[in-house]
Structures are given as C-alpha cells and as structure tokens.
Nanobody, 125 residues
C-alpha cells in the first residue's frame, strides 16, 4: 500500500536550518509529482512547495518561503526532501509530505491523494 513517512522535524532557533525527509513506498516515486504542505497552530493547512516528476523537476514555492526553502527529490532512494534555511517563528507548523493527484500545475498547492502523518517543526528562541 502507499505510504509516506516524514522525518526531520525539530525545535530550532530563528535563523536556523532543518532538512525534512519524506520516505515513500508502495508506488514508483519517479512517476509522480510530490509536495509539502503545512498546518500552523489554529490555522488551516496551506501549501509550501511542489516538485514535478518531469525532466528538470520544475519547482514551485509559496511566496513566504521562496529563497529560503528548497524542495528536491532522489528517486533512487524513494525520498523527497525539503531543505529549510533562515527559519522564522512563523514557519512553526506540522509539515506534511504528499503525493500529487496529477501534476503540480504551476502551483505550490496542488491536490494530493496521499500524505503522511506529518513532522513537527518549531522555530523559537
């Protein structure tokens, strides 16, 4: 069955970095676009980033993380990553990895058909 397992969340000081990992199984990663979304305390879920599965792996980011976060994938390792630098307190949230239903469609928040349990990221001094 399809499974996605996120890891790498932690408590970090403002300005710090984290790398989130999403290990997938039950499907062929190279055939799918993938993405990350997050849910902050008391707020609705919101998109973070999407990476296509095509040549060049086009990437899309929500404006608030562009230039600070980088999404990338290693199909051979069945893993998708989110490198987060220059973290801010407003980045505090549970981060989820998802398999895109279809394509990124030039958006950072496409529809997902599967996602993991999430990993907690807390940015605080």
């Amino acid at each position: 069955q399809v499974q996605l397992v996120e890891s790498g969340g932690d408590l970090v000081q403002p300005g710090g970095s984290l790398r989130l990992s999403c290990s997938v199984s039950g499907f062929t990663l190279e055939r799918y676009a993938m993405g990350w979304f997050r849910q902050a305390p008391g707020k609705e879920r919101d998109g973070v980033s999407c990476i296509s599965n095509g040549p060049g792996s086009a990437k899309y980011y929500t404006p608030s993380v562009k230039g600070r976060f980088t999404i990338f994938r290693d199909n051979a390792k069945n893993t998708v990553y989110l490198q987060m630098d220059s973290l801010k307190p407003e980045d505090t949230a549970i981060y989820y990895c998802g398999r895109v239903r279809g394509y990124c469609g030039s958006t950072y928040y496409p529809d997902y058909d599967y996602w993991g349990q999430g990993t907690q990221v807390t940015v605080s001094s």
